[in-house]
């Protein structure tokens, strides 16, 4: 059984360009969540996805993000503009929706740094 | 709007010492689902236990042990006989029922749990 793949685990980039994360869940979820975790926080949920359709977004998701799934498989997270403040790491999740809410299986994440 | 409470930051024992972690949450909804995580230095969330509030009954599962009281809003993990390879930091979250799953999970801050040889 394959788990929650993220690409990629690390990046490093300048302020004010663009990166793009990729993640893929375990196969049979259809249900997706975006999570970012700064040093010593917990994650803080972004955005979530019921097979491809983005139903939620968060607060924390300025207009910088955007967040895509299109065949209700992978999804990717893109961050324009980056600021020193986007650097953390940014989890993936998913789940099943078959029985309540079910445990989210997580991804090993992507960390990214802005210099 | 929800919340969860870790209090203890950073816990440091010797190995084969007991040891509890504490876990407060906040919610008005009455059908809501708890959850514990451990994030080793990895860094990946390893799930651990999920519960709904309807089942107050306290769980066992080797060493692990969870008791979950409704009147005092608290779901906390005991560690018995705690070894090395327990060191991580452990994360009590939750998510209602309202929000359909899509407010996904509300995380505490974390507990960071170090086990001395």
């Known amino acids: 059984d394959t788990g929650v793949s993220q690409d990629p685990r690390h990046k490093i980039t300048k302020r004010g360009q663009n990166v793009t994360f990729r993640c893929d869940p375990i196969?049979?979820?259809?249900?997706l969540y975006w999570y970012r975790q700064t040093l010593g926080q917990g994650p803080e949920f972004l955005t979530y996805?019921?097979?491809?359709?983005?139903?939620?977004k968060s607060r924390l998701l300025s207009d910088r993000f955007s967040a895509e799934r299109p065949k209700g498989s992978f999804s990717t997270l893109e961050i324009q503009r980056t600021e020193q403040g986007d650097s953390a790491m940014y989890l993936c999740?998913?789940?099943?929706?078959?029985?309540?809410?079910?445990?989210?299986?997580f991804g090993p994440g992507t960390r990214l740094t802005v210099l | 709007a929800q919340k969860v409470t870790q209090a203890q930051t950073e816990i440091s024992v010797v190995e084969k010492e007991d040891v509890t972690l504490d876990c407060v949450y906040e919610?008005?909804?009455?059908?809501?689902?708890l959850f514990w995580y451990k994030q080793p230095p990895s860094g990946e969330l390893v799930f651990l236990i999920r519960?709904?509030?309807?089942?107050?009954q306290n769980e066992i599962s080797g060493r692990y042990s969870w008791n979950f009281q409704k009147s005092t809003s608290s779901f906390n993990f005991t560690i018995t006989a705690s070894q090395v390879v327990d060191s991580a930091v452990y994360f009590c979250?939750?998510?209602?029922?309202?929000?359909?799953?899509?407010?996904?999970?509300?995380f505490g801050k974390g507990t960071h749990l170090i086990i001395q040889p």
């Open positions: 999740a998913s789940s099943s929706s078959t029985s309540g809410y079910n445990e989210q299986f």
């Open positions: 196969s049979e979820h259809n249900r």
């Open positions: 996805f019921q097979n491809e359709a983005q139903l939620e």
């Open positions: 919610t008005r909804d009455t059908t809501y689902y």
């Open positions: 519960r709904n509030s309807f089942d107050e």
């Open positions: 979250a939750l998510i209602t029922h309202s929000g359909g799953g899509a407010d996904g999970l509300t």
